[in-house]
Nanobody, 123 residues
Framework: QVQLVESGGGVVQAGDSLRLSCAAS????????MGWFRQARGKEREFVAS????????YYADSVKGRFTISRDNTKNTVALQMNSLKHEDTAIYYC????????????????WGQGIQVTVSS
């Protein structure tokens, strides 16, 4: 397993941008598909974005497609989520996740989780 630590959350206004980062420990980072999930208060954890091991393939939830971009740097063991045109409904705790499959689009596919980071978008 890898250890994951998120950073970059905070409070922004609707329409603003924010960039989340996730740092992974371990020398096997490139063998994991990476992803971002989020959980709003009172709701279940939901998929946001995922990227394949080499970064060739990316996947997005319909709700963020065209606004969010996931990327990874296997030389630095990091994965990022660039969030543009933020909406109030994007408010949630965001989690970085890793899994051994081709992608991680459901929580069951994830082997490791970060502790989560709060993103608040004021309307």
């Amino acid at each position: 397993q890898v250890q994951l630590v998120e950073s970059g959350g905070g409070v922004v206004q609707a329409g603003d941008s924010l960039r989340l980062s996730c740092a992974a420990s371990g020398r096997t980072f490139s063998s994991y598909a990476m992803g971002w999930f989020r959980q709003a208060r009172g709701k279940e954890r939901e998929f946001v974005a995922s990227i394949s091991r080499r970064g060739v393939n990316t996947y997005y939830a319909d709700s963020v497609k065209g606004r969010f971009t996931i990327s990874r740097d296997n030389t630095k063991n990091t994965v990022a989520l660039q969030m543009n045109s933020l909406k109030h409904e994007d408010t949630a705790i965001y989690y970085c996740a890793a899994g051994p499959g081709f992608a991680v689009t459901t929580p069951d596919e994830c082997e490791s989780w970060g502790q989560g980071i709060q993103v608040t978008v004021s309307s």
